[in-house]
């Protein structure tokens, strides 16, 4: 097992990529803290349909230990309590991985800007307050990984204006991040995912993601745990000369230039 032990919180982690990532760092061996506003996982109109256990109870079946904290990222409390109950429970903290995120439609002209603000506020702010909390404790871990999930778009436009704004930002806090804890053997990277197969691509139509998909050269779109199994790589032992960068993991849709 890649993470045998290892402790790991999870933000975002009751649904969509946030799930798979705990699903896979479990079957490596992974003690998880999944941070989320709500235990109950979402479902959509498109994909994950049917999904009705929590995680945790997924994690529970594949013989992990596991704790549920729900947690606003946005807000400085509750990251601080969310931290303090990790520490209570486990006794330290090994990976984190900021994977919670919110996405709300509209070009410039058409977002509010309460909404600009909601959006920056978890997927910016969110990352910065976890990764900031966190450090203290991962620099007493031998095996310090910090996993920031950002998105292709972080690379170009196409998701409205707070959205590619607040993950191009995560990209460029990775290299801040990595070259300030790079002294304490801690690795900080991103993953940067295309299409997933998650219930927040319900604002999408059937044309936009048949089109998603033949833009993707695997022919194929991608599933929570392929983005799971890149963050098992980055968290482990294979990775521990890799910090500071980006990896995209997206079937090859943006390779054509």
Avoid at 17 to 28: D, H, T
Avoid at 30 to 44: C, F, H, N
Avoid at 57 to 67: A, D, I, K, P
């Amino acid at each position: 097992m890649l993470l045998k032990d290892r402790i790991c919180i999870v933000t975002g982690g009751s649904s969509g990529i946030g799930r798979g990532i705990a699903l896979e760092f479990a079957r490596e061996g992974a003690r998880i803290v999944i941070a989320d506003i709500q235990e109950t996982p979402l479902q959509g109109k498109y994909h994950e349909k049917d999904v009705k256990t929590t995680t945790t109870q997924e994690l529970e079946r594949l013989g992990v230990e596991s704790l549920f904290i729900k947690t606003d990222v946005s807000d400085v409390k509750q990251v601080e309590l969310m931290i303090h109950n990790t520490i209570e429970h486990f006794g330290g903290i090994d990976i984190l991985v900021n994977n919670a995120g919110i996405h709300i439609p509209g070009e410039s002209r058409d977002i509010t800007v309460s909404d600009w603000d909601k959006v920056v506020s978890v997927n910016l702010r969110g990352v910065f307050l976890t990764t900031k909390l966190s450090i203290p404790h991962i620099k007493n871990s031998a095996y310090g990984r910090i996993i920031q999930i950002a998105s292709v778009h972080a690379f170009g436009g196409g998701a409205g204006p707070a959205y590619a704004s607040a993950k191009a930002a995560v990209v460029n806090m990775v290299k801040d991040t990595a070259l300030e804890v790079g002294k304490y053997g801690i690795t900080v990277n991103a993953i940067c995912p295309g299409y997933i197969e998650t219930a927040i691509q319900d604002y999408l139509t059937p044309e936009q993601i048949e089109s998603s998909l033949k833009k993707t050269p695997l022919q194929r779109l991608g599933l929570p745990k392929d983005i799971g199994r890149a963050a098992v790589f980055l968290a482990s032992d294979n990775a521990e000369w890799i910090t500071g960068t980006s990896l995209l993991v997206d079937g090859g849709a943006s390779a054509k230039a």
